[in-house]
């Protein structure tokens, strides 16, 4: 049957009492299925609902980052008339660039099977002013392409560009939804911390020498951070990130190609979308942002410069930073949360050690990367939590972009609701008298899932927590903890010793080879399961007495392998850190405190 095409859930675009194809489960809104429920109505099944097809592509578009991104070296140079590094231009454009070239990818194949494998009859295509969709900078580009009206355009500029697919453009209402998701809101005290953090970084250029080590977003703890920076022999300071400066879109200075070879398909394709959706600070803006960067108070000359989170959307830093490191400064990035050394792939894993000289994992090591260097758990030094054997079960879930984004081993856009139905399978599965002791925490980004009326709609007795309450006051609460991804929670947990079970599809988190033993020994000890019903049962098996499982030699022993290999916890962090510093800035080596 011919059917008319839809590509997201903005409902401006789909038609009444005519056959149509949805392109993908983001465009079912939960709140919205009173509208499409009864609709004559085929959803397109998902390219990477194939997951080896997902993994290879990946390895695909790495090697086309790579050819781009020398592409894009000479083009930028030669537009602002400078002779940058491809390490430059790696540290300053390379996240929006896997990004963009990554998602391109995803809307490309699933238009091309729809335009091969269906029959269309047509496909509305809102005709948004196309510099509305040009994000200024990297932070706003990742709140544009969580949403429907930048995948709208994306979908609606590859049908006209490279189909024959019949258009009906629709001109938006005036009062249309905002183009860009707001930023989240955060908690009165984070909000007040970060007012605090930005009044000390105003004082600190005072005390600032030319030739010190730059600290900026280490994932350290406060206290732990200006302690190290002491250590180095530097008065502590406290960096934070600046504003960008505003660019306006200037077309005239988007009218040239990139350079690769002249061949079809999405290579050429990509080459043709990379001009129009460059943030402006990459081009229009890129003389303010290196006056900006001129007038910084930070270190001219760094001994080296250390971050953990500054790396992909703040663009001052990173324009600042790729400058630095062209001078000779080196560039420390550590480990800041989970997946990394144990996801089969990942973008931003590779991209970070691409563009630093040393990266701090928190254990692993890997045979075949020297810059991985093993110093143990940023995040948690100095932190201790306990927990309540006689507390609640408490259950943390994650939500994903109903559109794919940057690639690694996670479900990918309508495969979330495969997570999902997991975490519902386990609930389930549990005693009556058990799922009354559950606690279940919401993720803070809903990406439109409607995570809350989903949970009260399968089960509405279950309690949940809308993300916001400190994660340490719930684990501290509570006797068990249920981790349901891979990611940095489960870290914690076992690094603190708080019992955790953790579950996921394994089909849905690929871990590489040199994990896979690590997390057979956590399944054979009742941590890790691969079915949700699995693990409810090993809850319901341990809960009138957590402690003794908990604390059998044979749990502590693989527990405490695991951690000294991904989330290690030495008695003596800032000696690790500091030691790996000095040796990195070459300042003299101190002994061990």
Request: glycine share 4%; aromatic share 12%; hydrophobic share 40%.
């Amino acid at each position: 049957m011919s059917r008319f095409l839809i590509t997201t859930a903005d409902e401006r675009t789909w038609p009444a009492d005519r056959p149509i194809l949805f392109l993908g489960e983001w465009c079912r809104l939960y709140n919205r299925k009173a509208v499409w429920k009864n609709l004559d109505a085929e959803v397109m099944p998902y390219h990477w609902d194939d997951r080896e097809k997902l993994h290879q592509d990946y390895l695909y578009l790495q090697g086309l980052y790579e050819e781009l991104l020398q592409e894009l070296t000479e083009r930028l140079n030669a537009l602002h008339g400078v002779e940058h590094s491809p390490r430059y231009w790696r540290i300053l454009t390379g996240p929006w660039l896997g990004y963009f070239v990554q998602m391109l990818f995803d809307r490309w194949v699933m238009i091309e099977r729809v335009v091969s494998d269906k029959s269309i009859t047509g496909v509305r295509v809102l005709e948004t002013p196309p510099e509305q969709m040009i994000p200024n900078d990297m932070d706003q580009f990742q709140r544009l392409f969580v949403a429907d009206p930048w995948n709208e355009m994306i979908y609606g500029q590859l049908l006209q560009g490279w189909t024959t697919v019949p258009i009906e453009k629709v001109e938006p209402a005036e009062a249309c939804r905002p183009l860009v998701a707001p930023p989240p809101v955060l908690p009165v005290a984070r909000r007040l911390k970060r007012k605090l953090a930005r009044a000390a970084s105003l004082v600190s250029h005072m005390l600032t020498r030319e030739d010190e080590a730059f600290f900026i977003s280490t994932y350290l703890p406060i206290q732990e951070d200006l302690r190290l920076q002491w250590r180095l022999g530097q008065v502590p300071k406290l960096w934070r990130s600046l504003p960008t400066p505003k660019a306006e879109v200037d077309w005239a200075k988007r009218q040239w190609l990139m350079s690769g070879p002249a061949v079809e398909g999405f290579p050429a394709i990509v080459r043709t979308m990379i001009p129009r959706h460059m943030p402006a600070l990459y081009l229009e803006g890129y003389g303010a942002l290196q006056e900006c960067c001129a007038t910084l108070p930070w270190s001219r000359k760094p001994r080296l410069i250390f971050t953990s989170n500054a790396y992909s959307s703040d663009d001052v830093f990173k324009a600042w930073a790729a400058a630095k490191v062209e001078a000779g400064a080196p560039l420390v990035v550590g480990q800041h949360g989970g997946s990394y050394g144990v996801a089969l792939w990942g973008f931003t894993e590779d991209h970070q050690c691409a563009i630093s000289d040393a990266w701090l994992s928190w254990g692993w090591e890997d045979k075949d990367n020297p810059k991985i260097q093993p110093v143990g758990n940023l995040k948690m030094a100095g932190r201790r939590l306990g927990w309540d054997p006689e507390g609640h079960a408490f259950m943390v879930g994650m939500a994903m972009p109903r559109y794919s984004y940057h690639m690694y081993s996670v479900p990918v856009a309508s495969q979330w609701l495969n997570y999902f139905e997991d975490q519902s399978r386990f609930v389930a599965a549990l005693p009556q008298h058990l799922r009354e002791q559950l606690l279940v925490r919401l993720y803070s980004h809903d990406y439109g899932w409607r995570q809350k009326q989903r949970w009260q709609d399968r089960f509405p007795q279950i309690r949940l927590e809308d993300g916001v309450a400190p994660m340490a006051s719930l684990i501290e609460k509570s006797r068990l903890y249920i981790s349901t991804y891979n990611a940095t929670t489960f870290l914690e947990s076992l690094a603190m010793d708080i019992p955790t079970i953790m579950f996921w599809n394994p089909k849905h988190w690929e871990l590489c080879d040199s994990a896979i033993p690590y997390f057979e020994r956590l399944k054979a000890v009742g941590i890790f399961h691969e079915t949700p019903e699995s693990a409810a049962q090993q809850m319901a098996r341990v809960w009138d007495d957590v402690a003794t499982w908990w604390n059998s030699e044979r749990v502590q022993t693989v527990r405490g392998e695991f951690c000294h290999r991904y989330s290690r916890m030495p008695d003596k962090l800032l000696d690790n850190l500091e030691q790996v510093l000095r040796q990195i800035a070459r300042l003299p080596r101190v002994v061990a405190r």
